[in-house]
């Protein structure tokens, strides 16, 4: 008896000793890094597919690329986006321990059509519009990063909503333009922003007007652009001059010089629609300060006129920006009112739907591959179903589910 069940556990040992070996070479011949458990994996759901793709140029996207990850090198990460992604969405890139956008179609579309645009005429414009959540500040980077791949010089502004709220910041008498108002503390941290997504790109543009900041201070024609931005990040009081002169100096080269100059505007109604909470912008009189009488808004709001070439500007348009009382619909023409919609016309609108169910499942395969699902219903196909029905595909509300999981 006692040799039977030597024989019978011998015979066991050898066929667990031929399946791992089974194991280890289906492995290595399909080059996979996973290591030998001696617990069951679950199963996989059957909806699980391709949700990466290897080519990292969004210069070559193409359609066929809509739903996949690329990776974004890190050097990118800390000069051209820098502080661009959203904090929640950086907090979560820094988890997975890498940086990651989803191509989509409507940025797709803009690509194209700046490879393909006749820079002489006045510069296009076109402003992504979509429900909140949707991926409209995700699909603007990936053209951000299209135009930087391509040596544009980008203008860009994270957030236009933080130059009309209050929030106990510094409001100052224009230095320039009496009735006026200027943010010292926002222009010099965005001349510091422009500087860092620009880098190796101002070294060769020299201004090609005098500006008299004092009577003793003055820069002179042929001064680099360079040294513009040292001023105003030394001397916050002239900042938002500094701001206007460089976006002035960029309209005026951009045909002469050859260069082409991108500018990307996050929530651009911020500048059209005046905010009324508490935490308006209230100058030294205690007086709200309209849009208009900021001096960075004044001079942005210059970049969005058909007035100069060789650019283009890409906006997005955000419910979050305006009052609770208008904020019953998310069209371009709604959120930027009538002032807005007439600054901007013409322009190209375009939509950013929530996730079809292919972009659903291409980011719960890539939530469950950096393990953030780690529910082992949310990884089954009963389960992924029920997360996209929650979430109605929508790409903010479908991290949201998930971070639970």
């Known amino acids: ?165 209050g929030w106990n910041k510094e409001v100052a008498e224009s ?54 931005i040292n001023f105003g990040l030394n001397r916050f009081k002239f900042s938002s001059d500094c701001v206007g002169v460089l976006l002035k100096e960029l309209r005026l080269q951009a045909a002469e010089k050859g260069f082409k100059v991108l500018v990307a505007i996050n929530s651009v109604n911020s500048f059209f629609v005046p905010w009324s909470k508490e935490n308006t912008l209230k100058n030294s009189e205690k007086k709200q300060v309209l849009p208009h009488e900021v001096s960075l808004v004044h001079n942005f709001k210059k970049m969005l006129s058909p007035t100069w070439n060789n650019g283009a500007v890409v906006c997005t348009v955000n419910e979050g920006s305006n009052d609770q009382s208008l904020r019953e619909d998310y069209t371009p023409q709604y959120l930027l009112g009538q002032e807005g919609f007439e600054w901007f016309d013409p322009f190209v609108p375009i939509l950013v739907p929530e996730y079809s169910s292919t972009e659903a499942l291409s980011c719960l395969s890539y939530y469950i591959d950096r393990n953030w699902i780690q529910n082992e219903h949310g990884r089954t196909e009963e389960g992924m179903k029920e997360i996209m029905f929650v979430s109605n595909r929508n790409p903010f509300n479908l991290y949201k589910v998930c971070s639970s999981l």
């Not at 070479?25 to 996989?44: F, H, I, M, T, Y």
């Not at 907090?91 to 990651?100: A, S, W």
């Not at 700046?114 to 699909?139: D, E, I, Q, T």
């Open 1 to 165: 008896m006692r040799e039977r069940l030597v024989r019978v556990a011998g015979g066991m040992m050898k066929s667990l000793s031929r399946t791992a070996y089974l194991c280890v070479a289906n492995d290595v011949k399909q080059g996979s890094s996973r290591c030998l458990s001696s617990v069951a994996e679950p199963k996989q759901s059957n909806l699980r597919q391709v949700f990466r793709t290897s080519e990292d140029d969004p210069r070559a996207h193409t359609l066929d690329h809509v739903g996949l990850f690329y990776k974004i090198p890190e050097t990118e990460v800390n000069s051209m986006f820098k502080g661009c992604i959203h904090p929640w969405h950086l907090r979560l890139m820094n988890t997975f321990n890498e940086h990651c956008l989803m191509v989509r179609k409507p940025s797709v579309e803009v690509n194209g059509y700046l490879k393909n645009m006749n820079f002489n005429h006045p510069v296009p414009k076109f402003v992504y519009y979509g429900r909140r959540g949707a991926g409209k500040v995700c699909s603007l980077l990936h053209t951000m990063h299209f135009c930087a791949r391509n040596d544009w010089i980008m203008v860009h502004v994270p957030w236009a909503g933080q130059w009309v709220r």
């Open 175 to 228: 230095t320039h333009k009496p009735g006026r108002f200027d943010l010292p503390m926002d222009a010099a941290e965005w001349l510091s922003h422009f500087r860092i997504q620009n880098q190796n790109k101002l070294k060769d543009l020299k201004t090609t007007s005098e500006y008299i900041w004092t009577k003793r201070e003055k820069a002179d024609v042929g001064t680099p652009l360079d040294e513009i």
